[in-house]
């Protein structure tokens, strides 16, 4: 059999009418292409599916089977519209979204959860990367856009800013600078550091600029996690820096003092990264939109 959707519509148009005439004005199709439609199903089933009287047409039984699979066929056909469409417009499906760590614990949640909850059918693959690895993924096509710190070398990325995340010096509480307003990071140079392990992009952020400054940093211990960081310097370890979302998130826990960097690379921005704004998927879109972007023309 090779009748197609419209075909099977047609059929049930004329069964539901009762007639042919009202069911080829129904499919909006001339009465003489509509009954030759008719005929040419029944020729293909090989079996008669409507019988036709004075006052219109009832089905046989092969008739009534195939206006039963033809109405689960439509529905099928509907059903697969209404996902189609809720693809095509952000609705439903799988978004991967690369985000830093300051991003990730604490930007993120209060402004993700409710955009999430407006969309049940929408799945986040949500990745922790560092920002220079964020920015060699959306680079690469390997995530659609990330949330990284404008401190990276981004080109030739777009790169929106949304959200102050400045680098935070952290102190032990007896310390001698702990009630200091802020600091350069010239003036701490001399102490004792715990630094995050080696092959962190901020860390090397950090080594640069003191070797900018002539100097080499030798920590005196080295933590994989910024809390790893913050846990030491209460102790009095060392001085450690770190974004201020990380230390408002572990200052009270661990008991330091967070000062401000003077240094103009300390004051960075989270922001949302990117290729094309028109390459990106509506639902990502949304989110950046959502997240406070804003479309750029590419």
């Known amino acids: 059999m090779r009748m197609d959707l419209a075909d099977l519509r047609l059929f049930?148009?004329?069964?539901?009418?009762?007639?042919?005439?009202?069911?080829?004005?129904?499919?909006?199709?001339?009465?003489?292409?509509?009954?030759?439609?008719?005929?040419?199903?029944?020729?293909?089933?090989?079996?008669?599916?409507?019988?036709?009287?004075?006052?219109?047409?009832?089905?046989?039984?092969?008739?009534?089977?195939?206006?039963?699979?033809a109405r689960l066929m439509l529905r099928q056909q509907s059903l697969l519209r209404e996902e189609l469409q809720e693809f095509a417009s952000g609705a439903r499906g799988t978004l991967h979204l690369y985000a830093n760590t300051g991003a990730l614990t604490t930007f993120l949640p209060g402004r993700l959860a409710p955009w999430m909850a407006a969309r049940p059918r929408l799945q986040v693959d949500l990745k922790e990367r560092t920002s220079v690895e964020i920015v060699r993924a959306v680079r690469g096509g390997q995530a659609e856009a990330g949330i990284t710190s404008n401190a990276v070398d981004s080109t030739p990325l777009h790169l929106q800013?949304?959200?102050?995340?400045?680098?935070?010096?952290?102190?032990?509480?007896?310390?001698?600078?702990?009630?200091?307003?802020?600091?350069?990071?010239v003036d701490v140079l001399g102490e004792d550091f715990v630094a995050l392990a080696d092959g962190n992009?901020?860390?090397?952020?950090?080594?640069?600029?003191?070797?900018?400054?002539?100097?080499?940093?030798?920590?005196?211990?080295?933590?994989?996690?910024?809390?790893?960081?913050?846990?030491?310097?209460?102790?009095?370890?060392?001085?450690?820096?770190?974004?201020?979302?990380?230390?408002?998130?572990?200052?009270?826990?661990?008991?330091?003092?967070?000062?401000?960097l003077d240094d103009a690379w300390a004051r960075r921005q989270l922001s949302l990264c990117f290729v094309r704004w028109n390459g990106l998927s509506r639902s990502m879109q949304s989110l950046l939109l959502h997240l406070g972007g804003h479309a750029v023309d590419d």
């Open 201 to 260: 992009a901020l860390q090397e952020h950090i080594e640069d600029h003191a070797r900018a400054l002539g100097r080499v940093l030798s920590p005196r211990i080295r933590m994989k996690t910024f809390e790893g960081v913050c846990e030491m310097v209460g102790h009095g370890i060392g001085v450690g820096i770190a974004p201020r979302s990380i230390c408002r998130q572990h200052r009270r826990r661990y008991g330091f003092h967070a000062i401000a």
């Open 161 to 185: 800013p949304v959200a102050d995340d400045p680098l935070m010096l952290i102190l032990p509480p007896a310390h001698r600078f702990a009630h200091r307003a802020s600091l350069s990071f």
């Open 12 to 69: 049930l148009l004329v069964v539901d009418a009762g007639t042919i005439t009202a069911g080829a004005s129904r499919a909006h199709l001339a009465l003489a292409s509509a009954s030759e439609r008719l005929r040419t199903m029944e020729r293909e089933a090989g079996i008669a599916l409507l019988v036709r009287h004075p006052r219109g047409v009832t089905t046989t039984e092969a008739g009534e089977a195939l206006a039963h699979h």
